[in-house]
């Protein structure tokens, strides 16, 4: 991992339009774009954004809902190296192909229409769910989807440390009131720890604004070696470092969740990336941290040092990863407000705050940004630094 810090950067960003394509999704309006549409205007929008021209770009990165050829074909790519990964891992694969030589200039690309087809995250026809052995091993529990399983990590940790559901709710809060200054997040309307309290559970702790959003759309990145974006001369952010632990030994059971609620692996990442950033926690502007549900903020905080083990509860009230706070955490909105795109808008969110262009949520002097991902105890992460 020390080997990619820094050789390579963000020089584009594209993103579709959430909230107008939600709001059509739920008037049941007719879709006017599957996967690949989704994933060919944001591409569009990136190369805009960075006035590359595409015929330039001879590498090429799609996410796991897409197949890389099609996506190739569509877009209008002749390139000669491809790859698919979630969103941290595709950058880390497009840092590896750069370094190696196998590319020069990659897209990184992603589309999702999982609202308008219908895709179901829970429950027997889970999508995903026939990799996830632990939904087998538990289905006779209830235990048939991710939101299950993160509800009972939550009780856990509740139950260990003294966490209050009013502590769990500042997560949910912050990141909506982030959303309401963002013009292109699905959710805007004002939440107060009052009514997020008031709201229903999903699966108790866990209540209806803890889960993530399913709504379509598509991101997009456009991702060269740092010494020819620095010569591209637009708005370049660098990818600082890396790190990546993934939790293996009893990954289809629940001990990994349930024992350190997947620190050994935080821990291990932390260390790569920090060390190879040459900086710590407490150097960072803001972060993104992935949320498919709220609880994960809870768990990558403390696994990757910002506090210390258990303290999460004190280290998030009273607005400290809002607006203004000590660290601001997933300032568009995130998963929960924002847009559900599986990680790929928090690197657009990142880079778009460390360019100065975040609008009225923009973080004051921001010259660091933190990308953290554990899902499944899975642990990647990457820290972005802003070109001098």
Known sequence: MAQLSGIASVVGVGETDYAIDYAAAREKKPPTRDSYGYAALAFKRALHDCSI???????????????AERTGEMLGLNVRWMGQGDAVNSLMSAAMAI?????SCIALVYGNNQRTRGTQYGGAQADGGDRYLAYHYYAPWGM?????????MTQRYMSLHGLTERELGEIAVSQRNFAQMNPNAVM?????IEQYLNSKYICEPLR???????????????????ERA?????????????GRSDINMDATSLKPRLVDFYH???QAAASDVFNNAGV?????DFAQIYDSFSAHVLFALEGFGYCEIGKAGEFIANGKIGPGGKLPINTSGGHLSDSYMQGWNHQVEIVRQLRNQAGARQVKNASWGHYMSDIAGKVATVIFRKEQ
Not at 188 to 192: A, E, F, T
Not at 230 to 236: P, S, T, Y
């Open 208 to 226: 209806i604004n803890d889960y993530c959003l399913v709504n379509d759309g598509g991101v997009a990145l456009i991702v060269m070696s740092s």
């Open 280 to 284: 710590g926690p407490q150097d960072m």
């Open 264 to 266: 050994s692996a935080h």
């Open 144 to 152: 048939t989807s991710q939101g299950a399983l993160y509800a009972l």
């Open 53 to 67: 021209n595409k015929y330039d770009i001879d590498g090429l990165i799609v996410g796991p809902t897409l197949a």
């Open 99 to 103: 370094h190696s030589g196998a590319a």
């Open 230 to 242: 620095k010569k591209h001369g637009k708005n370049a952010v660098s990818m600082a470092a890396f």
């Open 188 to 192: 805007r309307q004002s939440m107060n």
